[in-house]
């Protein structure tokens, strides 16, 4: 009698454990972690990349200047991976995955030698305008194995660590105004819920870091004088994620210019990189300039070069010439 007793104690706390568990499931409280993808280095330990963002007009508005000259710095840094901040197709993304626009965008634009690596993608508010799960989609990965765009993932590349956010669904605007646009939600389902367990899966990725340097990539800007200016719910909810757990560099597009911030309370450079093909000439707001050190309203790109104990970020226009330089250096920590 006494066993028959204690296995039904042991039966109950399983169920009630059971539903514990699924009840935290249902509250957004799952235990899901972002893929990761490893990212080999060079031999001599260091990591050097090329950032575009905003880009897919078939080769229109000097998409394919830049291109030209992304190809040519590619081959000086013997990058190791291009990243892309988002609105990859305009300028409704892709119709599907047979939509001509992905090779006449992208394949048939980026043919130089040094292009010829693993590109990094997130998605734009464009990408999300069509069929935002075509991009995603591993059939790409086929027709081109360079792409490899998911909603958010991280990429580990032993000295770095870059952490890719989907930040089209924080912008409550896309979801109640929609600008006259329609958007592609599949797989986002409850806003709310996707937003509390992506900043989840992101805080719990930066705490468990021990990259020397961390970089988190999104689409949308934090800190930008440009047509858009400052996203305002990246602001309240990654902003401080970046702050506490020492991320060294947030990289976006979505303004199309070059922009580079410094944060005066912490490490975090704020680095726009939306000048791939569109640029708009001119258009600058009078915002918050705090910690302002570039700004550039044309076409360009942008490289960044790592080692052990230094970073340096370059800016290039569409003809290739340096706009603007920035390095840092990190002390090199013995092991005791």
């Not at 080999?40 to 998409?63: A, C, E, H, M, Y």
């Not at 988002?86 to 995955?97: T, V, W």
Request: net charge negative; proline share 1%; with cysteine.
């Amino acid at each position: 009698m006494e066993a028959l007793m204690a296995d039904l104690c042991r039966r109950k706390v399983g169920y009630l454990c059971l539903l514990v568990l699924s009840f935290l499931l249902c509250l957004g409280f799952g235990f899901a972690e972002l893929e990761k993808f490893e990212q080999p280095i060079k031999t001599d330990g260091s990591l050097s990349f090329l950032v575009i963002g905003d880009w897919g007009r078939r080769g229109g508005f000097n998409q394919s200047e830049v291109a030209i000259q992304m190809g040519r710095i590619g081959e000086k840094l013997d990058i190791n991976f291009v990243v892309s901040t988002g609105d990859n197709f305009y300028e409704n993304g892709l119709s599907g995955e047979d939509d001509p626009a992905f090779e006449e965008s992208f394949s048939k634009i980026y043919t130089a030698q040094s292009l010829q690596k693993q590109w990094y993608i997130v998605l734009g508010n464009h990408d999300y305008r069509g069929n935002a799960e075509a991009q995603l989609s591993s059939l790409l990965r086929k027709i081109d194995s360079r792409w490899l765009c998911l909603r958010s993932f991280i990429v580990n590349a032993d000295l770095a660590e870059i952490f890719f956010v989907d930040t089209t669904p924080f912008v409550k605007m896309y979801f109640t105004e929609g600008e006259g646009h329609s958007y592609d939600w599949r797989g986002i389902g409850s806003r709310k819920s996707y937003i509390t367990n992506l900043l989840k899966d992101l805080e719990i990725a930066l705490r468990g870091s021990s990259a020397k340097w961390k970089i988190v990539v999104g689409h949308h800007a934090i800190r930008s004088i440009g047509h858009h200016g400052d996203t305002a719910e990246l602001k309240r909810h990654i902003l401080p994620l970046l702050k506490t757990y020492n991320v060294d560099f947030y990289m976006n597009g979505h303004d199309h210019c070059l922009e580079h911030f410094s944060d005066k309370e912490s490490r975090v450079q704020f680095l726009t990189s939306g000048a791939a093909s569109k640029a708009w000439r001119g258009d600058i707001k009078e915002r918050d300039r705090e910690g302002l050190q570039f700004f550039y309203d044309g076409q360009g790109f942008m490289s960044v070069e790592l080692n052990q104990t230094e970073a340096q970020i370059v800016f290039y226009d569409v003809f290739g010439e340096v706009l603007h330089k920035w390095s840092t250096k990190k002390e090199l920590l013995s092991s005791i």
